[in-house]
Structures are given as structure tokens and as C-alpha cells.
């Protein structure tokens, strides 16, 4: 899935000029029937293994009390070497998508996909109706939860 070739037929069995309406490949077939969970899949599968490579190194960055300087070193090392695998893992995915430019067209696509298939639909959806306050008061709990004063006294 990760090869530029995923839409292309190599096959002597299949006469792609005699139905044209039919996708080259499984790939072809998912991205112009199902694009939603096309995406959803290949942006998750991803997203999920960036953001735990990414928690790792974060947690080897930050110090330990009571680390040795070794130790210290050790960890700082792990936790850049991490962020440098992630870069090249973007960079990787990035040159082989098959059907967008990059990561991020792909991720905007993805919204753009997604706003049409579960927001912007005439006659407007019930469940619309109760997600559209439910997300403005969840917006509002988040604004007032990262302005919030700390609680703590050593600040």
C-alpha cells in the first residue's frame, strides 16, 4: 500500500479498456467507492504509530531525577534518534501516497470528505442537530480548561 504502483494493473487477464467504469485496482476501487474509509484506515494506521514513536521519545527527552549523566545522555540520544525515524517515516510517506501530493492533502482531503458525508447533507440529520450545541459547549469547556489559573501553590 505504501508503493506508487497500488492503482496500476500488470495483470494480461484484465481488459481495463473494455469497462472503463471499473476501478484498475482494489486500491483504485476503495478510493472511488468508499474514500471515506480509505483514508480513515491509511490516516489512523498512520497517525497511531506517529503518535506513539513520538510519546516515546518525549518520555526519553524528558529528565528522570536521580539519572545518572550516562544514563541521561542514553536517553536523549534514543529520544532524538526517535525524531529523526519519525521525519524520515513522513519523508518516506510523503514520496510513495498513491493517490494525494502528501500527509497533509491527504489529511485535508479527509475533512473535506468528511464534512460532506456528516455535516454539510440536505435535509439536515438529526444527530447533526444535538452534535451541533453538544460541540460548541465541548469548545467552550475546552477554551476555559486552557485558560484556567493553576491550582497548585508553588507556582
Given at each position: 500500500?505504501?508503493?506508487?504502483?497500488?492503482d496500476r494493473i500488470e495483470s494480461p487477464f484484465v481488459?481495463?479498456?473494455a469497462a472503463p467504469n471499473l476501478a484498475n485496482s482494489p486500491l483504485g476501487f476503495l478510493k472511488e467507492n468508499f474514500e471515506f474509509e480509505y483514508l480513515t484506515s491509511r490516516i489512523t494506521f498512520l497517525q497511531g504509530l506517529l503518535n506513539w514513536l513520538g510519546?516515546?521519545?518525549i518520555e526519553l527527552i524528558m529528565p528522570d531525577p536521580g539519572e545518572s549523566?550516562?544514563?541521561r545522555k542514553m536517553d536523549k540520544f534514543g529520544g532524538f534518534l526517535l525524531i529523526n525515524i519519525i521525519l524520515i517515516?513522513?519523508?518516506?510517506?510523503?514520496?510513495?501516497?498513491?493517490y494525494y501530493p502528501n500527509y497533509f492533502m491527504m489529511l485535508s482531503r479527509?475533512?473535506?470528505v468528511a464534512w460532506t458525508r456528516y455535516v454539510w447533507r440536505w435535509p439536515l440529520r438529526p444527530m447533526m442537530i444535538l452534535i451541533g450545541p453538544s460541540m460548541i459547549y465541548t469548545t467552550f469547556l475546552g477554551y476555559e480548561a486552557f485558560t484556567a489559573k493553576s491550582d497548585d501553590d508553588d507556582d
Amino acid at each position: 500500500m505504501l508503493m506508487s504502483y497500488g492503482d496500476r494493473i500488470e495483470s494480461p487477464f484484465v481488459n481495463v479498456d473494455a469497462a472503463p467504469n471499473l476501478a484498475n485496482s482494489p486500491l483504485g476501487f476503495l478510493k472511488e467507492n468508499f474514500e471515506f474509509e480509505y483514508l480513515t484506515s491509511r490516516i489512523t494506521f498512520l497517525q497511531g504509530l506517529l503518535n506513539w514513536l513520538g510519546a516515546i521519545a518525549i518520555e526519553l527527552i524528558m529528565p528522570d531525577p536521580g539519572e545518572s549523566v550516562a544514563s541521561r545522555k542514553m536517553d536523549k540520544f534514543g529520544g532524538f534518534l526517535l525524531i529523526n525515524i519519525i521525519l524520515i517515516m513522513l519523508s518516506f510517506y510523503n514520496g510513495h501516497m498513491n493517490y494525494y501530493p502528501n500527509y497533509f492533502m491527504m489529511l485535508s482531503r479527509w475533512v473535506s470528505v468528511a464534512w460532506t458525508r456528516y455535516v454539510w447533507r440536505w435535509p439536515l440529520r438529526p444527530m447533526m442537530i444535538l452534535i451541533g450545541p453538544s460541540m460548541i459547549y465541548t469548545t467552550f469547556l475546552g477554551y476555559e480548561a486552557f485558560t484556567a489559573k493553576s491550582d497548585d501553590d508553588d507556582d
